[in-house]
């Protein structure tokens, strides 16, 4: 039976981020042919629907508003809950983001559904999808059905593959007036830590340093990799509590949740807790100087030895690959 | 203050994990309190010790879960309410833990609420932010610290590593996260004392909810381990060749550069 996906999408710092369409395409997977209404709240939103057309949203549905500039659960709530209700859908699609996490509970438990979280992937042509998620720190997996009611999902970035962009692809873009009542949480100050360059949780390439680094000079190294390698840097917990770099960079089941094609663990040990943000990574290679570090469980490529010697000679040899 | 914690039980995730019949294998595995629940529990103390009043811990479970309330008591909880399902129901989800603690906190007239922001085992971070919706009060996940002062709170928030300050007002449910606090470990004379606080025992019947009331929207259908990958390759020789022969293998092999 076909249905009517509503897929939530985000920006950060006036750019779409990736999920936004990763979730489109999700929408699809479960919407049996169904439309996709892709839905985008905010301050000025006006800018961004034809690329969600783009991405394979059949509609996009606005709402503007001067108190949804920030997010904050009861503004969103009130915004999503109103185009909800003039849509009536019978699934929903967030990203598994900071937002995603806070937020598609509220709505769910709002509607009286059920609601998946952290979907890495869709099993379409049975009678109804499935969905796979990590459990026990990703060491399991577990596959889910909905049993009752409203499809609800949020998708882990970087797992499901967004379609290709069409930019001959056309579609409505609409916008809905709500009304955005008393907030009841204040957003007073937000600290955003610098983080130039790539978004960590959509990176390509990450190259990460634990507590092995040593120092925040330690990092320069690793960045220096990850920029010619076109990714971003990461890190453990350990390296973040040492003051080596700023928790923004912290990999794991308290910080970023990170599925990227290339991750290179430069002297970090692989406690569970750090792999539960890594290890559905595509290639996974190791550097620590100790054999039986835990990392290298995981790892599909490993040198054995001091990440100062091995990382600036692959800097040195990856630059001759990129010069061929 | 009358603050209530949330706390689940969870498998020990540094633990070896395996699977029979279907389900992820707990003889002989280790139990703990789910460690994002530890730091809720010490801050509630906390704020107890810095304001009055009392803090309650509940968890919704089986009888094994006595374990754990009995270590958050000795901790310095005052009481623990154990919400025993065991025996009605089946099948659960996020859905149906959050509708218990709803109907069981609903006329408690809790200040604070506070869950831990993710369970290390089933992972989804739902349960708090659902029991805020159904009790009709604000929330704020991933804190990293709280002030009360009279009926104002003051947050901070982590959100990806960057920091958000926000005001809001009492009663609020909050989730921890780390950094929040650091968990202390029961004393001994906490452990003795811990002994004597009551730990109630309610059921579904108790809550006048029955089975209906709390079925699962969702069903998991499989539980499987990854597929085992082949063991990693320790690359070898002088650590100049090791390097040329990595290179090699991410750019023809493994063609992720
Ligand atoms: C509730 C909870 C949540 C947590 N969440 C997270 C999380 O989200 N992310 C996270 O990362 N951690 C998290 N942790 C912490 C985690 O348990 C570990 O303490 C942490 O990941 C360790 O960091 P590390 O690997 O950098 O340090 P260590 O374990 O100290 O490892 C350092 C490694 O560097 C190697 N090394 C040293 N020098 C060199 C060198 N010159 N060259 C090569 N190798 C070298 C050593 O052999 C060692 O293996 C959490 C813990 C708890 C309790
Ligand atoms: C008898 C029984 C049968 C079950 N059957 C199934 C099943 O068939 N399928 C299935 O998927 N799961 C089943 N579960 C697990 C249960 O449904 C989920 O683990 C639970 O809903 C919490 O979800 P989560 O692990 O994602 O927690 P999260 O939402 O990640 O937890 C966040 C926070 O919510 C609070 N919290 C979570 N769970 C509890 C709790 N139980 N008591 C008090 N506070 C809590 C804690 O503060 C926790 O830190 C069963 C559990 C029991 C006891």
Redesign the interface.
């Known amino acids: 039976m076909t249905k009517k996906i509503i897929v939530l999408a985000e920006s950060r710092e006036g750019a779409l981020r990736n999920v936004s369409f990763e979730a489109i395409a999700a929408g699809k997977k479960i919407s049996d042919g169904g439309e996709i209404v892709s839905v985008l709240l905010g301050d000025d939103v006006s800018t961004h629907g034809q690329e969600l057309i783009a991405y394979g949203a059949d509609r996009v549905v606005t709402v503007q508003n001067e108190k949804l500039k920030q997010y904050s659960?009861?503004g969103y709530a009130q915004g999503l809950l109103a185009v909800l209700e003039s849509e009536n859908p019978d699934g929903l699609v967030f990203g598994h983001?900071?937002l995603g996490?806070?937020?598609?509970?509220?709505i769910?438990?709002?509607l009286?559904?059920?609601?998946?979280?952290?979907v890495t992937a869709i099993e379409e042509g049975g009678d109804e999808p499935?969905f796979v998620?990590?459990?026990?720190?990703g060491?399991?997996?577990?596959?889910?059905?909905?049993?009752?009611?409203l499809v609800f999902v949020t998708i882990r970035p970087n797992n499901i593959d967004p379609l290709p962009k069409e930019e001959s692809r056309s579609g409505e873009v609409t916008s809905l007036d709500v009304e955005i009542k008393d907030l009841?949480?204040?957003?007073?100050?937000?600290?955003?830590?610098a983080?130039d360059g790539v978004d960590l949780?959509e990176a390509k390439?990450i190259v990460a340093g634990g507590r092995g680094v040593k120092s925040e000079e330690g990092f320069e190294p690793l960045k220096e990799l990850a920029d010619l390698?076109g990714g971003a840097v990461g890190a453990s917990?350990g390296a973040c509590d040492a003051e080596y770099c700023?928790?923004?960079?912290?990999i794991g089941?308290?910080?970023?949740v990170v599925t990227p094609?290339?991750y290179i663990a430069c002297g970090l040990s692989g406690a569970?807790q750090h792999m539960?943000g890594m290890?559905n990574s595509?290639?996974?290679?190791?550097i620590n100087k100790d054999?039986e570090a835990n990392i290298?469980?995981?790892?599909?490529?490993?040198?054995?030895?001091d990440l100062f010697?091995?990382v600036p000679?692959?800097i040195e040899?990856?630059k001759?690959?990129k010069a061929s | 203050m009358n603050i209530y914690v949330l706390m689940k039980r969870t498998?020990d995730?540094?633990e070896r994990?395996s699977?029979s019949g279907g389900k992820?294998a707990d003889d002989g595995a280790e139990f703990i309190i789910n460690p994002y629940d530890e730091y809720a529990i010490e801050e509630a103390i906390q704020l107890k010790d810095a304001h009055g009043g009392e803090v309650t811990v509940v968890s919704v479970g089986s009888e094994e879960a006595e374990k754990q309330l009995r270590t958050a008591l000795a901790m310095g909880a005052d009481k623990a309410v154990l919400i025993n399902i065991e025996d009605d129901v089946e099948e659960s989800?996020?859905?149906t833990t959050?509708r218990i603690l709803a109907e069981y906190l609903k006329d408690k007239e809790a200040d604070l609420i506070i869950a831990g922001n993710?369970a290390?085992?089933?992972?989804?971070?739902?349960?708090?932010?659902?029991?805020?919706?159904?009790l009709n009060i604000?929330?704020?996940?991933?804190i990293t610290s709280i002030e009360i002062d009279g009926q104002t709170v003051?947050i901070v928030r982590?959100?990806?590593?960057?920091?958000?300050?926000?005001?809001?007002?009492l009663p609020l449910l909050v989730t921890a996260?780390?950094?929040l606090n650091d968990p202390r470990y029961p004393s001994l004379p906490g452990i003795m004392k811990a002994k004597k606080k009551p730990l109630d025992e309610i059921e579904l019947d108790d809550l006048d909810l029955d089975e209906d009331d709390v079925?699962?929207?969702?069903?998991?259908?499989?539980?499987?381990?990854?597929p085992k990958?082949e063991a990693?390759?320790?690359?070898e020789g002088e650590?100049?060749d090791?390097?040329?022969e990595?290179?090699q293998?991410?750019?023809k092999e493994?063609k992720?550069?």
């Not at chain 1, 009841?184 to 830590?193: G, H, N």
């Not at chain 1, 595509?282 to 190791?286: E, G, L, P």
């Not at chain 2, 290390?120 to 159904?134: F, K, N, T």
């Open positions: 659960s009861d983001t900071a996490k806070d937020l598609a509970p509220r769910a438990s709002k009286g559904s059920g609601l998946i979280s952290d499935v998620r990590p459990i026990y720190s060491k399991a997996f577990e596959k889910k059905v909905v049993s009752d009611g009841r949480t204040i957003i007073k100050d937000v600290v955003r830590k983080t949780s390439v390698l917990r700023d928790y923004s960079l912290q089941q308290t910080g970023k094609d290339l569970i539960a290890s595509k290639v996974i290679v190791a054999p290298f469980k995981v790892a599909d490529y490993g040198i054995v030895g010697d091995v000679l692959l040899e990856f001759k690959i | 498998f995730t540094e994990i699977i992820i989800d996020q859905f959050a993710v290390i085992d089933g992972g989804s971070g739902q349960v708090g932010p659902r029991v805020a919706e159904q604000p929330y704020v996940t991933t003051t982590d959100v990806e590593g960057d920091s958000e300050t926000i005001e809001t007002s996260q780390q950094g079925e699962p929207k969702t069903k998991t259908i499989d539980i499987y381990l990854p990958k990693g390759r320790i690359l650590i100049d090791q390097v040329k990595l290179v293998l991410l750019h493994a992720v550069v």
